[in-house]
């Protein structure tokens, strides 16, 4: 296989319980193609399938969910190693008693229906044990909380794109619009002088060079602008740190023309280095 057609496939297994559907989403979050209770039969086609195309990273969940098909996947393994087509294995586990907890606050069942709890678990981990020996990686999820967990899994598989995921979406509005419902963090311009008040920049925007001229010739924008500066440069890595993805920063003035826009142009210059950023001017039309 040519370098260029390398795929990046993790296979998800691990005890029931012990958050591989929680470690499926955090792969998604990553940019990879995840698929939950894949049939070990047909991982090798889907492995051909990928290395066709752009998205080189695949995830994949299967466990005993899968019966009898789970009896297929050290087939399917080997027929991938005949491929040369590489494969990460991670492991998910737990203690029993975490387990058992876990399944009785969600009241889900065991795929091991037919025992007790603890004799399911039991039988899961003796299963288990061949794969777990072929494990990649094992991680135990017993007093992790689900952002550790996807701390650890972004670092282990995406180091370089810890920040980088955090996905900021910049809002400018007017507040006489309404509020965005969706806003995480809000901040409130309307206390620097207002170009509406300007005859020649009243019908620009704060995305024309003069009005921008007008808003950044004021002291207190550039102090007010560090001071959110800085504390957007201490809480967001908290934010990611808690295993938050998306983060909604809005900025408002009294129309949502003017200065809300500036603000938010060039707070999105300064965060757009470090995170994935997009601005939008919900009211800069009306």
Known sequence: MDRTDAIRLVLITGLSGAGKSHALNCFEDLGYYCVDNMPPTLIPKFADLFIQSENKKVALVCDLRGAAFFNDLFEALQELEGRNVDYEILFLAASDETLIHRFKETRRRHPLVEYSLPEAISREREALSGLRGKAS????????????????????????????????????????????????????????????????????????????????????????????????????PFYIKEGKTNLVISIGCTGGKHRSVVLAEDLGRFLGSRYNVVVEHRDIGK
Request: aromatic residues 12%; without cysteine.
């Open 137 to 236: 990686r094992e991680i135990d999820t017993t007093s992790l909380k689900p952002w550790e967990l996807k701390s650890k899994i972004v670092e282990i598989y995406e180091p370089g794109q810890r920040d980088k995921n955090m996905q900021i979406h910049l809002l400018s509005f007017g507040f006489k619009h309404g509020l965005p419902p969706e806003s995480d963090l809000v901040f409130d311009v309307r206390f620097l002088p207002n170009p509406h008040y300007v005859e020649n920049l009243k019908p620009l925007t704060g995305e024309d060079l003069q009005v921008r001229e007008y808003v950044w010739q004021w002291s207190e924008t550039g102090r007010y602008f560090d001071k959110v500066k800085d504390l957007l440069d201490f809480s967001i």
